[in-house]
Structure formats: structure tokens, C-alpha cells
């Protein structure tokens, strides 16, 4: 079982991405907003964090940057997940210490859940 913690502001992909990792046996937090995902990582250490890059109140890498992952939780995996896709944003997000940059339409719920089993991440 895997801790992960999911943030992305519409609330459906939370609930389809919970739903399904749950049902697989990992332990789900969610985040709406980057405000939620802080002080969810104040509490709780995950394994994984899947976080998208467009989120309202900041954006994706605005998280990663201010949660400083490679130093206070070295041993969680980042991964983005976002529609989004351009170099640029790939660079950046490797900058950030990210391990992998995946595009939701490529990637199902059922898709993540055999990528943390397998421990492709």
C-alpha cells in the first residue's frame, strides 16, 4: 500500500483517480488547491505525489518549488500529471527533482495504479 497525495482542482479527476487507487488498496489524500497540498505534507509523508500544473491559486510548479521536496521529503515521488506538455515545462519540471511528467490522456486511473505496483515510478 502507498500513500499518495493527489492535487488537482477539478474535483471529478480527484474523485476517478481516488476512487480507483483506493479500491486498489493505497491510501488517498486529495487536494483541490496547493493550500490543501502544504498542509496535507506538513502531516502526512507520502510516497507519492501526482500534482497537476494548472491549479488556480498557484500553479503546479509554484507547489513544488515552495514544498522543497528534494530536502524535506527526499524519499517521496513527484510526478506531474497534467494536459499540459511542452519542453519547456518538461525541463522545468526535472529541475524540479520530478520523476516523471505524465499526460492524463495518456494515463488512465487503472494506468497509475500498474505503474505504483510495478514500482515504475
Known amino acids: 500500500m502507498a500513500k499518495i497525495l493527489f ?3 477539478v474535483p471529478e479527476i480527484c474523485r476517478l483517480y481516488s476512487s480507483v487507487l483506493t479500491k486498489r ?12 497540498a502544504m498542509m496535507s505534507l506538513r502531516t502526512t509523508e ?3 505525489v501526482f500534482v497537476d500544473i494548472k491549479i488556480p491559486d498557484f500553479d503546479g510548479f509554484d507547489f513544488l518549488e515552495q514544498a ?3 530536502e524535506e ?14 519542453p519547456r515545462d518538461f525541463e522545468r519540471a526535472k529541475a ?7 499526460v492524463k490522456i ?13 514500482h515504475r515510478i
Open 46 to 48: 507520502f510516497d507519492y
Open 68 to 70: 522543497k521536496f528534494e
Open 96 to 102: 524540479l527533482g520530478v520523476e516523471k511528467y505524465l
Open 7 to 9: 492535487v488537482d482542482d
Open 106 to 118: 495518456d494515463y488512465s486511473p487503472y494506468g497509475l495504479v500498474q505503474i505504483i505496483d510495478q
Open 25 to 36: 488498496g493505497h491510501l488517498v489524500v486529495v487536494a483541490t488547491s496547493v493550500m490543501q
Open 73 to 86: 521529503h527526499p524519499h517521496t515521488k513527484v510526478i506531474i500529471l497534467s494536459n499540459q506538455e511542452s
